[in-house]
């Protein structure tokens, strides 16, 4: 998708969330040291949040000592190792390989996602040729989303059964809990407890998946404060 301008408000969820999404679409070696940097960057910023509450950090603190040529390729290799191929892929940055019945890419949750997309006007690049539910484009779509629940915040919610376009930011919020509380909750785990299972997992990638579980936890968390039981309980993803 085409990436999304954002307004001011939630800079820590937009540092983390565009750095992440730029080191899972990295191309090679130059695009893993960039968005490793700047994930290192966010956390020198704005510190660990769980840290600063008393538990445990997310990922173990600083950057990588050896910021040479080489020490990025041999991270690009393991990088394509776990995510891209062109052998099988131990760790598919695919939602519907952790979601289907039998694993498989452009399933019924990449359809859910896809629906998503175009609800907030975006469609992947090949749409139809390229699965949707990446996890490079799911974060793009939660930063999009991310602006929005602000506005959300101050306009009320819509009681018509479709939603209307001019009521996007009202709606907002339910569709940033179904995508990263119920979607993304049901596989980024597993996708990050595999890929970290997996041997010589370079301290980058290592950091990066572990960041992007604790920020997919806390989403998670913040989610469940804000929402009722009966409120978490749809299936499929909402229309905005």
């Known amino acids: 998708m085409d990436h999304i301008s954002l307004t001011p408000g939630t800079p820590r969820d937009a540092c983390l969330l565009r750095a992440l999404r730029d080191l899972f679409s990295a191309r090679g070696a130059?695009?893993?040291r960039a968005a490793?940097?700047?994930l290192d960057a966010c956390r020198t910023r704005f510190g660990c949040h769980r840290a600063m509450r008393g538990a445990p950090p997310c990922a173990p603190p600083g950057v990588d000592s050896i910021d040479a040529p080489g020490h990025w390729r041999d991270t690009e290799?393991?990088?394509?190792?776990?995510?891209?191929?062109?052998?099988?892929?131990?760790a598919p940055p695919y939602a519907s390989a952790w979601l289907e019945t039998e694993p498989?890419?452009?399933?019924?949750s990449t359809m859910d996602v896809r629906n998503l997309y175009h609800a907030l006007g975006y469609a992947v690049p090949d749409e139809g040729a390229t699965?949707?539910?990446h996890l490079s484009f799911e974060l793009d779509a939660a930063l999009a989303l991310l602006t929005l629940r602000e506005a959300a915040d101050t306009v009320p919610s819509s009681s018509a059964p479709e939603p209307s376009p001019s009521s996007l930011a009202a709606d907002a919020q339910e569709a940033w809990r179904w995508l990263v509380a119920e979607h993304m909750g049901a596989?980024?785990?597993?996708?990050v407890q595999h890929a970290l299972s997996q041997p010589d997992v370079p301290p980058a990638i290592a950091r990066a998946l572990a960041m992007l579980l604790c920020w997919?936890?806390?989403a998670a968390t913040a989610c469940a404060h804000r929402h009722t039981p009966e409120a978490t309980a749809?299936?499929?993803?909402p229309s905005l």
């Open 234 to 237: 749809k299936a499929s993803a």
């Open 216 to 218: 997919q936890e806390d």
């Open 36 to 38: 490793s940097l700047a």
């Open 77 to 90: 290799y393991a990088f394509n190792r776990l995510f891209v191929g062109p052998m099988a892929v131990p």
């Open 187 to 191: 596989w980024v785990p597993r996708f």
């Open 131 to 133: 699965p949707d539910d």
């Open 104 to 108: 498989r890419l452009m399933g019924e």
């Open 30 to 32: 130059d695009d893993i």
